[in-house]
């Protein structure tokens, strides 16, 4: 039998005593080299794909779209990454590049590289193409990643913004609907509000109750009857003190019970407010009823804004989603400020947790471009020829630490006789706490999108012509607008089954009025909060288009739309009558209570006072012994 | 199937005669690093060149790395929020603002959640785990040590030739 930690047996003990060494193994250096020789050929075989993988991966979790490198090289002498066959896909078109580069060529500083920072001095881009086919389909941004949640919440933005689509339904045909007044919204809150009402009634009620008057009646008449009367000199001093005492304490009694009524006549003024508040809203809710009834009938749209709205909203707003997109994907990766910021770790088996940056004033940030410049031309007349100048400056992700707000400018001229030219500009500015960004785009000469009309079985094709964005955001608030002239635009009608051909006379009156037109000028404007704005689309089409709608049958839909609002305001009426009239009840039920609950408690209080008066000699002016 | 062998060979032998308490038992601590924090990082292949320079059990270490690798998964919440508590306190603000904004500190990844708090958990554990082992060692010499020694099992490892090469890792 053995101790622990004593020699356990015979075989241990006749060992031979074990030599006594240092702490370092020197044997072990040798595995040491060995791995370290393993990772020398490994990354003179593998390392250039391994980061190749690595900043495709991060590129694309990076933009929200796939970027592809076909090839890289590492120069580690002079800290220079060079990049073949750069391509990066359009988040909204899969089968479509945004931008091609044959070859990107990164300096990068060597200090902040041992800080894990990546401050690339120049940058040079090679074979630089715009909006090129993708022979094969990009992979979708991963689902859980920021890009396709913003695309997502992009897509509900946009739903928002859709304008109803454009009726051109013949007067003789407009339809006689009978209202489910159960569909109406005014009716909806009349209801609601009822059921408010009735809550604020039994409140009132209860309200009253908790008075409790008639205690303090019953206390003050019992009081008034027992004194009725007495004198100090029939009662004595005590019997006189004593009585002082108890008309005292039942006057103190109705002045507490006039305070709670007062306190009860503020909650019925308010309920009568909130009462009123009710009504009033009823009356912004029967406007939309107007409209649902408008809509029910297929009464033609003939308003100028409803009509370019109806016609070039979806365009706009497919442009000014794309902005806001990369907008929103600034703001994510280029925040303001300097406090330590948290993101998810790296992906692993084990858990990712969250990486915190810890951003340090007058260092290096993670990531800095101090300057690209790109210069070019691409001849031949393809769509892509010109002459490309870009640049920008001070691309980072931490624009405190540069303390110099993100520039960009972009300047294409075609050589290929075809007039086309392309200036763009544009600042990030997240160097303070508040984000303001501006961006100018100005294209001429250049095909303008070609999109099928809402409502009508007719394709727009812009042609060539001239567009403008101009964006301002500061905070949460933007002010956007596109303009486009195309001065050539042709209109093609489609007969799909989707739109079902020309349907009516209504319908053939607006596709002659929108043939005629071949210039065509479109104001698109976007403001207010960036997550629910406005957007207001205009254009000359739209003008002249309700001009003729208006002449040809504005006095029919102008009876039609008094027919629509008689049907609703005839069911509203019915249906908030009863409401109108419980507020009302309400309110004189309120005032009656609190007028006969002041009336009960002044004329107690009157006799109360003169019981008071009728026991202390000379009105009080003089204390009874004791009295304090 | 050959590193398993040699594993098992070495954990064998470790725990029979090769080093002592002290040496098996700080081995293993050493080796709860890399079961308990997140393999792919800086500070483990510190801890396994330690493993291999230091005159401690380099088998009791891979043992450990087995043993501790589950918990590290369990305990990984729990890291998570002390590494969170640690990063996020404005007390130590300043520290982490100076540490990882000096060269070559970002690269260790402690201003991950997971990554600090449980290399801080392992640095907490360390001593625990250190004196633990070193009761169970010598328990086990004491008690069944002779019995497995006697085993054909055990002869049958330690006669593989794969066992030759553990023998430069045991403790002198």
């Not at chain 1, 002041?598 to 012994?625: H, Q, S, V």
């Not at chain 2, 970002?106 to 625990?128: C, E, H, I, M, R």
């Amino acid at each position: 039998m053995s101790t622990a930690g004593s020699a356990p047996s015979n075989a241990l003990e006749a060992r031979p005593a074990r030599r006594r060494r240092g702490v370092v193994r020197w044997r072990g250096l040798i595995p040491i080299v060995v791995v370290l020789l393993a990772i020398v050929v490994g990354w003179l075989t593998m390392g250039e794909a391994l980061l190749r993988n690595t900043i495709e991966e991060g590129a694309t979790k990076f933009l929200g779209t796939e970027v592809d490198i076909a090839s890289l090289h590492v120069r580690l002498r002079d800290a220079t990454v060079e990049l073949q066959g750069v391509s990066i896909a359009d988040p909204f078109d899969r089968m479509r590049n945004l931008v091609e580069a044959q070859r990107v060529t990164a300096v990068l500083e060597g200090r902040p590289l041992l800080e894990k920072k990546i401050i690339v001095r120049t940058l040079t881009l090679a074979g630089v193409n715009t909006g090129t086919a993708r022979r094969t389909a990009a992979a979708p941004a991963p689902r859980d990643g920021f890009a396709a949640s913003t695309l997502r919440s992009l897509d509900t933005w946009a739903a928002r913004l859709r304008k109803p689509i454009a009726s051109f339904t013949p007067i003789d045909t407009i339809r006689a609907v009978v209202l489910d007044p159960t569909k109406l919204a005014s009716v909806q809150r009349a209801l609601e509000a009822g059921a408010r009402a009735d809550s604020l009634r039994d409140a009132l009620a209860a309200g009253y109750r908790a008075l409790a008057l008639q205690t303090v009646h019953d206390s003050a008449r019992a009081v008034t009857t027992r004194l009725s009367g007495a004198n100090p000199r029939t009662l004595g001093i005590d019997g006189t003190r004593k009585a002082v005492a108890d008309v005292r304490r039942t006057l103190a009694q109705v002045d507490s019970a006039k305070r709670r009524v007062e306190a009860l006549a503020r909650d019925a003024r308010t309920t009568t407010v909130v009462l009123g508040a009710e009504l009033q809203a009823l009356d912004s809710a029967r406007r939309e009823d107007y409209a649902f009834a408008r809509s029910l009938m297929k009464i033609p749209t003939i308003e100028g804004p409803d009509l370019g709205g109806a016609l070039f909203g979806d365009v706009s707003i497919d442009r000014f989603q794309k902005i806001m997109y990369w907008a929103q994907m600034a703001q994510k990766y280029v925040p303001p400020g300097l406090l330590p910021r948290e993101q998810p770790g790296p992906k692993r088996l084990r858990m990712a947790g969250s990486t915190i940056a810890f951003p340090k004033a007058r260092e290096y940030p993670d990531f800095l471009l101090r300057r690209g410049d790109v210069d070019l031309g691409i001849g031949g007349k393809s769509a892509a020829s010109g002459k490309y100048v870009a640049s920008v400056t001070n691309v980072t992700t931490m624009p405190a630490l540069v303390r110099e707000p993100m520039r960009f400018t972009l300047s294409r001229r075609s050589t290929a006789g075809v007039v086309a030219a392309i200036d763009a500009a544009g600042v990030l500015d997240h160097v303070g706490g508040r984000i303001r960004d501006s961006l100018g785009v100005d294209a001429s000469g250049v095909t303008l999108p070609s999109f099928p009309l809402p409502g009508l079985p007719m394709r727009a094709t812009l042609g060539e012509g001239t567009s403008r964005i101009d964006l301002l955001r500061v905070g949460d608030r933007v002010a956007a607008r596109w303009t486009i002239h195309a001065p050539g635009v042709t209109w093609r009608r489609t007969d799909s089954i989707a739109t079902g051909g020309v349907k009516n006379t209504m319908q053939s009156l607006a596709l002659r009025v929108i043939e005629g037109v071949n210039d065509l000028e479109i104001v698109a404007d976007l403001t207010g909060e960036i997550a629910k704005p406005s957007l207001a689309v205009r254009s000359n089409l739209d003008r002249l288009l309700a001009e003729r709608m208006r002449a040809v049958a504005g006095e029919e839909i102008a009876k039609a739309e008094a027919k629509a609002r008689a049907q609703v305001d005839r069911i509203v009426e019915e249906k908030t009558a009863p409401l109108r009239a419980k507020a009302d009840s309400l309110r004189a039920q309120g005032e009656q209570l609190v007028a006969d609950a002041r009336a009960r408690l002044d004329e107690e209080k009157k006799k109360l006072d003169e019981r008071l008066k009728a026991l202390l000699p000379t009105g009080g002016l003089i204390k009874l012994p004791g009295e304090e | 199937m050959l590193a398993f062998l040699k594993l098992l060979q070495s954990l064998v032998k470790e725990l029979h005669s090769d080093g002592t308490p002290a040496q098996v038992a700080f081995g293993a601590a050493l080796g709860a690093a890399l079961g308990l924090t997140p393999i792919a990082n800086v500070h483990n292949v510190v801890i396994f060149a330690l493993l291999l320079l230091l005159n401690v059990s380099f088998g009791a270490g891979m043992l450990a790395w087995a043993v501790f690798v589950p918990l590290g998964f369990a305990l990984d919440p729990l890291f998570h929020q002390i590494g969170r508590a640690l990063l996020t306190s404005r007390a130590l603000a300043p520290m982490w603002t100076s540490w990882f904004n000096a060269p070559l500190v970002p690269y260790t990844n402690f201003n991950n959640t997971v990554v600090l708090g449980s290399v801080v958990g392992w640095l907490v554990l360390f001593a625990p785990i250190f004196f633990l082992a070193k009761w169970l060692i010598v328990r086990y010499r004491a008690t069944y040590g002779e019995r497995v020694r006697q085993s054909k099992l055990y002869r049958a490892v330690t006669a593989s030739q794969a066992y030759n090469v553990y023998r430069w890792f045991r403790p002198e």
